[in-house]
């Protein structure tokens, strides 16, 4: 083996290390977006341990007040702290989120099944279904429904399960497919196994975690537009501490106290970030150890 060739299998040897290396311990992003997501999951079930004061309570006599160490996020036109009513929104909000990718990922798995294991005229009707609802963008399937049932944080959550389902069920179809033609589902129905039996005990389970990594990667997006809905006015409505609709009540003071929006804006970035960080690090988990 010349020299040069040597140094190629070093190299290679080197990244093959350093990529196994990666798979075994957490990227820094990984655990800082695990922590954050702690932080989330602290406020929502034990918020007064995390916020300062009570975040409906009225101080009309500090108004307006910028961000500072008695007001970390600032005070609204009311005089009630910010900070707080961003910790009072987190679990709100994730519920909200959290429900929608529930719906959207139920709706997709039933629609899946049924095209996987239905033949081929479900499989076919199922799928012309699916391009009908991929024919409305999310945003406007999820108004559609709104128009028709009413605004609030309840038909607004149905509404963005509803319009994340298509996705879901594709990409859920598409996965069970490929487990359908898998050798282990082909030696069950060798040996005369009903089709119930392979769906629960061997497609079902081994297709539990792209449907988490999906419902990981969804509950930023469903986030996202709830957030957007209640802004429009069509979700959760002001004074319910959601960050929606704590951007759509700070919008109309945006220019003398931008902190109203800029902070609940931020909560909707960090928590769809570091919950696609969370996803992305579980593909990469599930991919080696394949």
Not at 164 to 169: D, E, I, K, L, S
């Amino acid at each position: 083996m010349s020299e040069l060739e040597l140094r190629q299998t070093r190299v290679a040897a080197s990244a093959d290390h350093l990529e196994a290396r990666g798979r075994r311990f957490p990227l820094p992003s990984t655990l800082l977006a695990g922590a954050f997501v702690i932080f989330l999951g602290v406020s929502t079930v034990f918020p007064a341990l995390v916020w300062t004061q009570e975040p409906n309570a009225i101080e009309a006599t500090e108004a307006f007040e910028a961000p500072s160490l008695a007001h970390w996020f600032g005070t609204d036109e009311s005089g009630r702290d910010v900070y707080s009513r961003v910790i009072a929104g987190t679990g709100t909000s994730l519920l909200i989120g959290v429900s929608a990718t529930s719906i959207g990922l139920l709706l997709g798995l039933v629609l899946g099944v049924l095209a996987s294991f239905g033949g081929r005229v479900l499989d076919f009707g199922v799928n012309r279904v699916i391009e009908v609802m991929f024919a409305f963008p999310g945003l406007l399937l999820a108004l559609l429904v709104i128009v028709v049932y009413g605004p609030g944080p309840v038909t607004a959550t149905v509404a963005v399960g509803l319009s994340t389902a298509p996705g879901y069920a594709r990409i859920i179809r598409s996965r069970l497919l490929s487990i359908r033609s898998s050798h282990y589902v082909e030696a069950a129905r060798v040996l005369g196994h009903p089709a119930s039996a392979i769906l629960a005990r061997h497609v079902l389970p081994n297709a539990l975690l792209p449907i988490f990594v999906l419902a990981t990667l969804g509950v930023g997006q469903a986030i996202v537009w709830a957030s957007a809905l209640s802004y429009l006015g069509l979700g959760a409505q002001p004074p319910a501490a959601e960050w929606g609709a704590m951007l759509a009540a700070g919008r109309t003071y945006l220019a003398g106290a931008w902190w109203l929006t800029v902070f609940p804006g931020l909560m909707i970035v960090a928590t769809t970030i570091a919950t696609t960080v969370l996803g992305r690090a579980l593909v990469r988990h599930g991919s080696g150890q394949r």
